[in-house]
């Protein structure tokens, strides 16, 4: 049996690159300023009150608790981080006497010619330009333009405005919320939010992260980056002047849809990103809950007043959660807490001399195995006490178990009640001024847990295996470009859709109306005519198009009255014969789009087709690649979905087939970069499965490929490997429809193999871990699976070898297991082999791997690969092994 090396495949263990351990935590920081720049003064002050564990110096002003020095080489040592508040023509001087200096990093508040030209040129990566500032509260590091310091806590702003972080500080000091990080990438010119977000996915200190996008420089870093950090902790992003930059909305609905598949929670505003703040920083998810909670969207109410009970019920549905139904056991028992005469229900009123009553109830709702969430609502009421109430909430909240729902709280008013808030705050409650600000951040936390669960979620087996004809399409492409064409006919674009597998009309060319006649009688009727042009895209929007044409007569009449009408209406335009079709029998119209966006690249869209399908509104957004699973979500967030499953005189549509159809164009998408459009409309669906029956495609200028935000699966490294016995098995990167496979692998595991492979006994895998080692990102890890093929054709595992590598760095953590049915047939070092020669081709430039000390058969592997083993200095009971490719 072969053993794994690494404890642990959640993250790259050991320490961060230099650089960003550099930025993020460094040691000791210059100030290199211009006096005359009113930022100078403001960082200045903010460095010499953070309490800095480090060393501070300043060049170029004086700055009371800051160390003086005249020059960078009169500083010991280099400088770890630089804060550079000097006029533009200055940076890139400063810039070089930091690289010659040693230094690596650097923050620019203020403006910069080009920032990325100057970093590149002398090394230095900068936070900027108009950078807020970096603030690592923990450490009392305040390099920043803020007007208020920020207090340690779990919470991560990584922002572009230094408004919006002003706003979100002020906000945060008034509701006792800290920080562990606040970092201004500002322009992003060279440290953007991919840097950012790795090192946060590290950092233990980090409980959530709070996202400000605008513009994001490295689409496929920046999807990697947050679906890593996203695994292990909230994120919540915003977007400013997005519809306002595009009135469409589409790029919006583009970087939602980027935002989603990497796990991140989407908001709409300021406030929202408030409320979800306020409630990431206090509140712990439950653990647990079963099946029925997997949507985690099921809210109790408590309340001392009817009124506000009701208006957070409506807010619940509003904002499409549900209204727990609580069990006989649970109602029975709430009704002892009631007046004589009130029956229990949810919402649970128990009238305004409630007091300490409310929180006791809100503690028995939340630990209601039926519930995912409590809103415990409050409103002044006389003769109450109303700092005695407060004090039993959070008294109650504190006691909540891990098992238990999060409470969230509306302490309505302002007189009275906004003291109380406050307090309710310092002691770490999730706390709100209205009932629809409380039921707002319980329905965040679901959408969390759906967003989050969606990105992990384990597909079925099923794989669509494609044998697509891309000569043909290579070819298609060819003939335009040669015709100096961007553009495809109807019918080269049908042509191409057929290459790909997926069923298209049958159709012929025809140059005049009497070959268009013969055609159609070729074909069959009823037949279809469509005028061809290069410069008509909407060809029934000129009368371009004729359906249910009964004979060659009627073919002919109407291609005559067509080219006349067309000619009448747009003189200008080049036509170049008819397209004649047999008419296929009416279905369901859906339209599937694949377009590109200026941020994201490439996506794919779905929803109702037909002539009116850009008035529907009706379009569900994903990016490239798509699976079968992932085909079938997108599918599920249109409207027309309803429709599909059946409706009135709507027979069901055959789902899969349309599933089938989108994963076909997305690998259109992956295999011809050059295409930037190809839409599909109308697809016809029914019970039966679809058809194409037109689609138009546009290529992108020559020499500019679109790129992918999402690597898609590397099938050209699969391979077959022949064992010592003879046997061939086939070695290939790992899947997401691998997760059933390798869950039957762990179950072959021996107790302890299962302690060398994870260094804990695990007694089985748990979701989250298998949807972290199937659903990998190909550009920043790779795992190989051996694989046999069974009788019943599904696979299975018996080998599995993996490559992390650092993001910032030229090294990478291995692992590697083989299942002892396999012992001694060499596939633990081809498995390795494999591992080195995608390393070489990926830039990693150190293999390294940890291993129990008494875990004797993978010390000798290791050392026969030729590792250099020695015990780690940070846990005595492991070896390090190290290799140099």
Request: proline share 7%; net charge neutral; charged share 20%.
């Amino acid at each position: 049996m072969l053993h794994c090396t690494m404890a642990s495949l959640i993250s790259v263990r050991g320490t961060a690159s230099f650089r960003a351990a550099a930025m993020f935590r460094p040691r000791s920081v210059v100030l290199l300023a211009e006096p005359q720049l009113p930022e100078a003064a403001i960082v200045a002050r903010n460095l010499a009150a953070g309490g800095f564990r480090g060393s501070l110096h300043v060049i170029g002003m004086e700055a009371p608790g800051l160390t003086p020095a005249e020059s960078l080489e009169a500083i010991a040592e280099p400088p770890d981080l630089a804060v550079l508040c000097l006029p533009p023509d200055r940076l890139e001087p400063a810039m070089a006497d930091l690289a010659a200096r040693g230094s690596l990093a650097a923050v620019v508040p203020g403006g910069a010619p080009d920032l990325a030209a100057i970093s590149a040129r002398t090394g230095i990566k900068a936070l900027g330009q108009g950078s807020f500032g970096l603030c690592v509260p923990g450490i009392g590091l305040n390099a920043s333009l803020a007007h208020i310091a920020p207090a340690p806590g779990k919470l991560a702003l990584v922002t572009q405005s230094s408004a919006l972080a002003r706003a979100v500080l002020d906000w945060a000091a008034a509701e006792a919320v800290g920080f562990s990080h606040v970092i201004g990438i500002g322009g992003n010119a060279t440290i953007g939010f991919a840097m950012a977000l790795d090192w946060l996915a590290r950092d233990v200190n980090t409980g959530a992260v709070l996202l400000d996008l605008r513009r994001i420089r490295n689409r496929r870093a920046f999807i990697s980056a947050a679906r890593a950090v996203a695994r292990t902790r909230p994120v919540v992003a915003i977007r400013a002047g997005g519809r306002s930059a595009d009135q469409s909305g589409l790029g919006d609905c583009i970087m939602e849809a980027a935002l989603r598949r990497a796990g991140v929670l989407r908001v709409s505003g300021l406030e929202d990103l408030l409320s979800a703040a306020e409630t990431l920083a206090r509140v712990r998810p439950r653990i647990g809950g079963g099946p029925a909670a997997a949507r985690g969207d099921r809210i109790a109410i408590v309340t001392n007043g009817i009124g506000l009970g009701q208006l957070a019920a409506d807010a619940v549905l509003a904002g499409g959660g549900r209204i727990a139904t609580l069990s006989p056991e649970a109602l029975a028992a709430f009704a002892l807490l009631l007046p004589a005469g009130w029956r229990p229900g949810n919402p649970l009123s128990l009238g305004p001399a409630s007091g300490p009553r409310l929180a006791e109830a809100a503690t028995m709702m939340a630990a209601l195995p039926e519930v995912d969430a409590v809103v415990a609502l409050h409103a002044p009421a006389p003769e109450e006490a109303g700092d005695v109430a407060a004090e039993a909430m959070i008294a109650a909240c504190r006691t909540g178990g891990q098992r238990s729902a999060p409470v969230l709280v509306s302490w309505a008013g302002q007189h009275t009640a906004g003291r109380q808030r406050e307090a309710m705050a310092r002691a770490g409650l999730a706390v709100f001024p209205t009932p629809e600000a409380a039921v707002r951040g319980a329905l965040q936390l679901a959408r969390d847990r759906q967003n989050r669960a969606a990105a992990a979620e384990l597909p079925p087996r099923d794989v669509l295996e494609l044998a697509p004809d891309r000569a043909t399409v290579r070819r298609i492409l060819h003939t335009a470009r040669a015709a100096g064409r961007h553009s495809l006919t109807e019918e080269e674009s049908l042509g191409l859709l057929a290459a790909y597998g997926l069923p298209t009309v049958p159709g012929r060319r025809a140059a005049a109306a009497e070959d268009a006649a013969d055609a159609a009688a070729m074909l069959g009727f009823p037949a279809v005519l469509k005028i061809l042009s290069p410069d008509l895209r909407h060809k029934s929007e000129v009368g371009g198009v004729a359906t249910g044409l009964g004979s060659a007569r009627a073919v002919r009449a109407e291609a005559e009255a067509m080219l006349a009408r067309i000619r009448a209406r747009r003189p200008e335009a080049r036509i170049e014969g008819f397209l004649v079709q047999r008419q296929a029998a009416r279905a369901l119209e859906l339209r599937l789009r694949l377009g590109d966006d200026a941020m994201f690249g490439p996506w794919i869209g779905f929803g109702q087709g037909g002539t009116a399908a850009d008035l529907a509104e009706d379009e569900a957004h994903d990016l490239p690649p798509l699976n079968l699973a992932l085909a079938g979500q997108l599918i599920g967030r249109s409207r027309t979905a309803r429709i599909m499953a059946g409706w009135r005189d709507h027979a069901p549509v055959n789902q899969a087939a349309v599933a089938d159809a989108l994963v076909r164009l997305s690998q259109v998408a992956v295999d011809f970069p050059e295409i930037a459009e190809l839409t599909i409309n109308p697809l016809f669906a029914d019970a039966d499965g679809v058809l194409a029956v037109d689609a138009h495609c546009v290529l992108r200028p020559a020499g500019e490929p679109g790129v992918l935000a999402i690597p898609p699966y590397p099938a050209e490294l699969a391979r077959p490997w022949t064992a010592k016995s003879g046997e061939v098995l086939l070695v290939r990167p790992i899947r997401p429809e691998d997760a059933a496979a390798h869950e039957e692998a762990f179950r072959q595991l021996d107790p302890e193999d299962i302690r060398w492979r994870f260094f804990s006994p695990l007694k089985e895998m748990a979701p989250t871990l298998v949807a972290r080692l199937t659903q990998i990102d190909y550009d920043r890890e790779i795992a190989f699976v051996a694989t046999r093929r069974r009788p019943d054709g599904t696979e299975e595992t018996v080998g599995v070898s993996r490559l992390i590598r650092d993001p910032s760095a030229p090294a990478a953590e291995f692992a590697v297991i083989v299942l002892r049915g396999m012992k001694g047939q060499g596939l633990g070092r081809h498995l390795m082999q494999r591992l080195f020669e995608w390393g070489r081709a990926n830039g990693v430039r150190e293999v390294m791997g940890h291993v129990l000390a008494d875990n004797a058969p993978m010390l000798a592997f290791v050392r026969s690969l030729g590792f250099a083993v020695k015990r780690s200095l940070e846990e005595e009971e492991v070896m390090e092994a190290r290799l140099a490719l």
